[in-house]
């Protein structure tokens, strides 16, 4: 981050001066990431089409509620973006659109979130279902002991997408840049990849079975800032085609790929004592970086959250 | 605050003696060499205690079915039929059972069954097999002599595996008591096997819409298909190997029949009912000869696992 950028000067700085130095640069890096959000062009949002809607959604783990009452539209070949601190329910949140949150025990999801409009948690919704439209990449990437092929191949076997199989991999595997890099060792284990390809081979397995849809939570945080750069470019072209909803901590990288941003923070403050975390604003993302509309994300965005 | 000079060459050097490493690697090591010596070693007095009976008998002994202590002719034939059949109609039933139910129990039952259960299959797996095979003699056999056999004999008679008239000894309940006692084993390690599958792959899996079966079937099995094929060997060792559970409920015969029905005996309810009655020294010879025939066939068994075992490691491409 650039708030430490000049550490000499502020050495040298008597204290009134090194506040007002800090001031400063605190207001570059509200620049830099105004400028970052401002260099994308705006996107007009009241023509999209909204395919998620999320009203009044709380999800508790065992009763205590991680998030909270969080109301908003994901809008149709848009990237938006989740920030906010740690513990505040943005994976949380992420994991309640593909129904993924069925899988932990004690996971309850009230409120509706409706996709096109129809109810995801409806009686009648089988989550295997939602989880092939709506397609998931994870923190760490996470390829099947498998080769290359075979895992870019899996969730096209799974959906009978078995005609034009080799064609179809070859596509997702360009989608993500990855083909000129594996095109001659298809056969081989996926684990002998770098981090970095690995992480694009989840991107390309997710893909390939043609999701609406796709989620990714803090898909660059465990690569180097080369793969992280591949992986912004490529989140930048998939939008194209694919509605993306990326969790990040990197503020930059929410103010490079995003159209919308949804700043989360813990609200502390609720009923006994508890910790939950609140959707405090959500906004395209220049609008949120230039000219935030509540305190609490100007504290963070400027970074002078705790 | 960096050196200005290149620091010096004892930078590098070890500083604290590794008395640890020194002593884990000797331990090892005593403990490697010293179980290969002792089955060596074991290997070696078996084989010189059977060496009158593979003297007189050589390689025919295996396929030679008399065991008369008055005459002095001895042979295994029948000894080796009803070992294997046992174990491994043990093995085959109780294997899918036994995946199934460290399938279901780590994946499949509901949550709060799934802790309960487990510990219940463990605790089976702690029975003392001489108590199952009290079991077989009080409940199963008489169970099996008048219920199950004639119904079989009924349908299947004409196949000589179930002629002949039921008996509450055979074959058929050493193989069920079998069964029943490699079940709890390699259930309880299917279990640990299925609950090591990392969270990630599974999550990966059902993320792309898979079913649970399909996340079970295309990750969960393949990724610890080398530990249950070292499981189910596991099971075929002790089931080769047990002697106390089947002689109570195999009748222990001296007639052969290719009846399940009828009573047989195995090479270790032979070694253990007749070793400490034997009246010759030739019979002690070939009951060691028994025991050798015994310790070949699990160190086959040990061996194909391990084979296999190697090809499926090959082919994940080094996921372990
Ligand atoms: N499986 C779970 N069971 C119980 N509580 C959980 C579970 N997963 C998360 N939580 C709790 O829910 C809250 C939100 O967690 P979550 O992982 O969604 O936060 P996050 O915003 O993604 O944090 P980070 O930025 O560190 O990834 C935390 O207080 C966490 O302890
Ligand atoms: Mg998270």
Known sequence: M?????????????????????????????????????????????????????????????????IKAVSMDVFRRHVTAFIGPSGCGKTTLLRSLNRMNDLVPGAIVDGTITYHGHDLYDAGVDPVEVRRRIGMVFQRPNPFPKSIFDNVAYGLRLHGMKDRLDERVESALLKTGLWDEVKDRLKSSALALSGGQQQRLCIARALAIEPEVVLMDEP???????????????????????????VTHNMQQAARVADMTAFFSVDVSAERGGRNGVLVEYAPTADLFIRPADPRTEAYVTGRFG | MIAETPAPASTFRRRRPRFGDAGLRVLAGVAAIGSLLLVALLTYKVVDEAWPSIAQFGLSFLWS???????????????????????LVAVAIAAPVAIAIGLFLSELAPRRLRA???ALVELLAAIPSVVLGLWGIIVLGPFLQQH???????????????SGSPSNVGLLPAAIVLTIMIIPIVASISRELFLSVPGDLKQ??????????????????????????????????RALGEAIAVSQVIGGGLNFSASVFQPADTLAGRIASQYQGSTSNLQTASLAYLAVILLAMSLIANITAQLIVRRIRQRMGGAH
């Open chain 1, 2 to 66: 650039s708030t430490v950028s000049e550490p000499d000067r502020v050495e040298s700085a008597d204290a009134a001066e090194q506040e007002s130095t800090a001031e400063v640069v605190q207001n570059q890096s509200q620049a830099n990431l105004g400028e970052l959000a401002a260099k994308r062009t705006p996107v007009p949002v009241g023509d999209r089409e909204v395919v998620l809607k999320l009203d009044d959604v709380t999800v508790s783990y065992s009763g205590s509620a991680a």
């Open chain 1, 220 to 246: 660059a945080s465990a690569l180097d800032p080369i793969a992280t750069q591949r992986i912004e470019d490529l989140i930048g072209e998939l939008k194209d085609d694919y509605t993306i909803v990326i």
């Open chain 2, 65 to 87: 079915e008399d065991w008369n202590a008055v005459t002095g002719e001895f042979g295994a034939r029948d000894l080796i039929w009803g070992t294997a059949f046992s174990s």
């Open chain 2, 116 to 118: 309960p259960v487990g």
């Open chain 2, 148 to 162: 199950i056999e004639p119904r079989l004999g009924d349908w299947l008679g004409f196949i000589p595996l179930f």
């Open chain 2, 204 to 237: 990966g899996s059902l993320a792309l819409g898979s079913t649970r079966w399909e996340m079970v079937r295309n990750v969960a099995i393949p990724q610890v298909s080398a530990g249950l094929v070292a499981a189910v060997i596991l099971g075929l060792a």
